[in-house]
């Protein structure tokens, strides 16, 4: 029998993660233009709206539906501008299992939003949902994406050689699809345990189910 992940909201101290919805298409499209994106992403370039509302029409309501994975906006509290987006994927229920990656707006980085929203994923995943093994994949010169996996506590865990498609600016302006390796990172529930601590003196997370 095929699990699912619930419709669910997780609050942090300054982020809200909720399912993605259509107010969201424009500010996804320019978030998924952005050069970083485009060359360790496989997403579409050039992205435009009819394509992020798919997205949220089509694609994440039939991953959840189907219990492959689950995709979250990321928020700011205060202001509710999207910042970026949490993935989960390729989950396999039996031996409770997702991949987990995330993208932040260009105009967002620098603050800290992919390990906050990333780490309070990670710990309503394995709290709530009782997964016991979170994947993530960086490629090998993602520096930024690496350091995320490294403050949320994951576990390198080795190299994937050649299994990764980035893609780099040609002298015309045109992406050339360049092959790279994954470092592979793991997190378990033991490796969150120190940084369940320092989480809830941060102020934690609240996640509210079926939410609206």
């Not at 390796?181 to 120190?194: A, R, T």
Request: with cysteine; glycine share 6%; charged share 25%.
């Amino acid at each position: 029998m095929t699990s699912t992940f619930p419709t669910i909201s997780i609050s942090t101290e300054r982020l809200v993660l909720r399912p993605l919805d259509e107010d969201d298409v424009p500010a996804l499209a320019d978030m998924m233009n952005d050069e970083q994106v485009a060359a360790w992403t496989a997403v579409p370039q050039p992205y435009d709206e009819a394509a992020a509302r798919r997205w949220i029409t089509e694609y994440a309501p039939a991953e959840r539906t189907a219990g492959r994975g689950l995709d979250l906006a990321v928020t700011e509290f205060l202001t509710q501008r999207l910042v970026g987006v949490i993935q989960l994927a390729k989950t396999n229920w039996h031996v409770r299992s997702t991949e987990l990656s995330y993208i932040i707006a260009p105009w967002a980085r620098g603050e800290g939003y992919a390990s906050e929203a990333a780490l309070a994923t990670a710990h309503w995943l394995i709290r709530d949902q009782k997964i016991e093994r979170i994947e993530l994949r960086t490629a090998a010169d993602n520096t930024a994406s690496q350091q995320v996996a490294q403050k949320i506590g994951c576990i390198s865990e080795g190299v994937l050689r050649g299994a990764c498609i980035a893609r780099a600016r040609a002298e015309d302006g045109s992406w050339n699809e360049v092959r790279t390796d994954y470092i592979v990172w793991s997190l378990l529930p033991e490796d969150l345990e120190g940084s369940g601590e320092h989480f809830a003196e941060s102020g934690g997370f609240t996640s509210y189910t079926d939410w609206n």
